[in-house]
């Protein structure tokens, strides 16, 4: 088991990139709030705006993902919406100072686990047990 943790971190990493993904790439599609967080969030989270240039595409060729992602995010940040129309500019820092309900909680925490899992997976990779050959042929 120990020296499969870094395939598990792996997989995990991989779960929270997909899903970040799929969810902040349909950010841009977002009626009336889309483009002020898509704004937001290339001046303030780097991360938040990777997601969604490499999310948006995605999104764009399977409009199932698109209409998964726009229903979480209207079920996660919809508490949200009112004050982001009216200051976009700060769409950013109100989806990550507080909590509205239990989608926006899931939202914040794979957006944050994907990097951690990243670190996680390379901090395991090379404390991987490495296999010992006693004879050579």
């Not at 290339?42 to 764009?60: F, K, Q, S, V």
């Not at 229903?71 to 919406?81: K, Q, S």
């Not at 990097?115 to 004879?135: D, N, Q």
Request: charged share 15%; aromatic share 10%; hydrophobic share 50%.
């Amino acid at each position: 088991m120990k020296s499969q943790l870094h395939v598990i971190a792996m997989t995990l990493f991989v779960i929270c990139f997909a899903y970040d993904i799929v969810i902040w790439g349909g950010v841009a599609s977002l009626p009336n709030v889309g483009a002020g967080i898509v704004d937001s969030a290339h001046r303030e989270a780097p991360i938040a705006a990777t997601y969604i240039a490499i999310g948006t595409p995605l999104d764009e060729a399977m409009p199932s993902l698109g209409d998964y992602a726009n229903a979480r995010l209207t079920e996660g940040l919809g508490d949200g919406f009112e004050r982001i129309r009216a200051d976009p500019t700060v769409a950013m820092d109100l989806i990550f100072s507080s909590t509205w309900n239990g989608t926006h909680r899931l939202i914040k925490a794979m957006y944050w686990g994907a990097p951690v899992m990243l670190l996680v997976t390379i901090v395991f990779w090379f404390r991987r047990p490495k296999a010992v050959h006693a004879f050579r042929r």
